[in-house]
């Protein structure tokens, strides 16, 4: 693994020095190609805009992107999508149908290397024309910036999600392979964004750069009667017991969600209550936590531990409802969770990891930041805090509109955004 990553690293320094791209035809097309023309718009279209993202459909980054096609795509501008090997393919399915094309290439560029991932950019961008790129890959974005760069395209975007390197990296290969990726990202990108301040001082450092925080619809989450029937309903559905604490994980199950974090948290308080916890997401750590989970419910009587899986956006939003505190004990890296924003819509009580960017409360009292070394320090929070009615529906939607963090403002920004670069 570690020469191969080497490897990477000397292959990225050959795309940088110049390589001879007239030979590019010896290199197999890596693309699946889906449809071109874009659905639910009639009039002019004004913009194609190729998206970069890692694995479409398998993270907040993609819910960001997939959030404001919808919003864009009614004023002319078309999304395409450029991902890696590992997305989801229901995603991906639903993506086509609303008319934009998607590339899959075989993996990413520690996958395929330098050379190999510079050369499929460069071959997609000449055979398709548009008018924007932009990279949502982190430091892996500056090969393919370079490839756009070369390709001519005129608007070249580099969005940052992440404070880190979200990924297990040996510190030498981060040491010499971060620098380089940056000085591309520098002199490639025509255009420099951020979800958040620790996502663009990491990925730009003193580099200018536009902040455009994350959003989402809050109607979607808001209390209300008919949610908290709905809310009822689910909990008898899992056979929740009235009386037992409900704690919620929400995102993938990999090493920057530590998710086992939140069953260490879970076993400590099962000592004292009965405990609930539910798992929504899937991901690499799964198989383990769920072995873990079995011996720690085997010892504590108290505690419940249910795995649900991927479940829709649309009908996400109920968990918050029956959460009485949702974990987000991440590891150093995450950008701006989304489901921090969602869980404040919700009105449902947080506690997330002094790691996660201090932006992400919205100022409705529900956000408590914890370090995660003593999974006993959160337990204790948990235990002996009473546990107040969530704000109304209006008070929520309120701080919303001031924090800008309502998904058509977002929206708003990614048009300046395009529209100011060109």
């Known amino acids: ?67 404001v096609k919808k919003h864009l795509q009614e004023q002319g501008i078309t999304f395409d999508f450029l991902t890696h090997k590992g997305c989801h393919d229901k995603t991906v399915q639903q993506v086509k149908s609303t008319g934009s094309k998607v590339w899959i290439f075989p993996g990413d560029v520690w996958h395929m290397g330098g050379i190999g991932y510079f ?135 990999d090493w920057m969600k530590n998710a086992f974090y939140s069953l260490r948290t879970a076993f400590f308080l099962a000592e004292k209550m009965e405990t609930v916890l539910l798992y929504i997401g899937e991901g690499q750590e799964q198989k383990e936590l769920k072995e873990t989970a079995e011996i720690f419910c085997a010892k504590r009587e108290n505690l419940k531990v249910i795995f649900l899986g991927r479940q829709k956006r649309e009908e996400l939003s109920v968990y918050y409802h029956i959460f009485d505190f949702l974990l987000i004990p991440s590891k150093t890296g995450e950008g701006l969770p989304l489901t921090l924003l969602e869980a404040q819509a919700a009105g449902c009580h947080v506690l997330a990891s002094d790691l996660i960017p201090k932006e992400g409360d919205i100022g409705l009292e529900l956000v408590q930041f914890l370090p995660v070394s003593q999974p006993t320090l959160w337990a204790e929070k948990i235990l002996y805090q009473n546990i107040p009615p969530p704000p109304d529906a209006p008070h929520i939607e309120e701080k919303f509109n001031e924090s800008g963090r309502c998904e058509n403002i977002m929206a708003e920004r990614w048009i300046k955004l395009y529209f100011c670069a060109k």
């Open 1 to 67: 693994m570690k020469n191969f990553h080497f490897c990477t690293f000397f292959s990225t320094l050959y795309a940088i020095i110049g390589v001879n791209i007239r030979n590019y035809k010896k290199f197999p097309p890596l693309f699946v190609q889906g449809r071109m023309d874009a659905v639910g718009f009639k009039g002019e279209i004004k913009m194609r805009v190729l998206h970069v993202v890692g694995r479409l459909g398998m993270g907040g980054d993609s819910v960001v992107i997939l959030s």
């Open 119 to 253: 050369f499929g950019v460069w071959r997609l961008l000449h055979k398709n024309h548009y008018d924007a790129v932009q990279f949502h890959t982190s430091l892996q974005s500056g090969v393919g910036l370079l490839a756009a760069r070369l390709s001519h395209v005129p608007i070249r975007i580099c969005y940052a999600h992440a404070a880190n390197i979200q990924r297990k990296v040996h510190p030498a290969i981060k040491m010499l392979l971060a620098p380089i990726l940056r000085k591309l990202i520098s002199s490639s990108a025509t255009v420099c964004a951020a979800c958040g301040k620790d996502a663009g001082t990491f990925l730009f450092g003193k580099k200018p750069y536009c902040l455009i925080p994350n959003g989402i619809s809050p109607s979607l989450y808001l209390p209300s009667a008919e949610m908290s029937l709905r809310a009822q309903q689910l909990k008898e559905k899992l056979h929740i017991p009235p009386n037992a604490v409900v704690l919620g994980q929400v995102g993938r199950l």
